[in-house]
């Protein structure tokens, strides 16, 4: 089935860490971008950082920028995501999604997870 | 890094055509072609429907179309039904391989 799948949400304190992973299948993983998107509650699409298929090539919304870091492991077909010094703005889903790099079609998207920053 | 601008909501009966803005500056949506559109129902994750400005992905209804100019793109969805009724946002490629979405619109079949 080709789908992405995210895990690793949860809540967490202000100034703590977490990590998001995206894992997929059936399709060439290695041979595709893939974004981090994320959705604060009741609010619009933000788009957070990319990796080229890679991983050589990174880059970040300056929301983001310096603390969080996207990497991913072609080898067991996953995409993660490290958030440090994570705030209450950080709070969202979380999706990862491929794109498709020659028309930059966000084509398939995972079905999200949650992430509650909160004392 | 601002978001694009699109209207908080629009609204059609049954049958009629919308068209939702999404305007950016020269620097992202003016001056690139990759400009796609994304349906979301509540709960769910967005849907592409529109990319390259005007393509369609396969399966999409072509009650849906896409078109740019200038610093202004447009979706228009014609021949409104009641499962059209969902969030649509825009995005753009913006400069240095970052990208943007904008704030999304409510559409609401009556």
Not at chain 2, 77 to 100: F, H, K, N, V
Request: aromatic content about 10%; charged content about 15%; proline content about 3%.
């Amino acid at each position: 089935q080709v789908q992405l799948v995210e895990s690793g949400g949860g809540v967490v304190q202000p100034g703590r860490s977490l990590r998001l992973s995206c894992a997929a299948s059936g399709f060439t993983f290695s041979s595709y971008p893939i974004h981090w998107v994320r959705q604060a509650p009741g609010k619009g699409l933000e788009w957070v950082a990319i990796i080229s298929y890679d991983g050589t090539n990174r880059y970040y919304a300056d929301s983001v920028k310096g603390r969080f870091t996207i990497s991913r492991d072609n080898s067991k077909n996953t995409l993660f995501l490290q958030m440090n010094s994570l705030r209450a703005e950080d709070t969202a889903v979380y999706y990862c999604a491929r794109v498709r790099w020659n028309d930059g079609a966000f084509d398939m998207w995972g079905q999200g997870t949650m992430v509650t920053v909160s004392s | 890094q601002s978001a694009l601008t699109q209207p908080a909501s629009v609204s059609g009966s049954p049958g009629q055509s919308i068209t939702i803005s999404c305007t950016g500056t020269s620097s992202d949506l003016g001056s690139y072609n990759l400009v796609s559109w994304y349906q979301q129902h509540p709960g769910k994750a967005p849907k592409l429907m529109i990319y390259e400005v005007n393509k369609r992905p396969s399966g999409v209804s072509n009650r849906f179309s896409g078109s740019k100019s200038g610093n202004t793109a447009s979706l228009t969805i014609s021949g409104l039904q009641a499962e059209d009724e969902a969030g649509y946002y825009c995005c753009s490629y913006a400069t240095r391989s970052t990208w943007m979405f904008g704030g999304g619109t409510r559409l609401t079949v009556l």
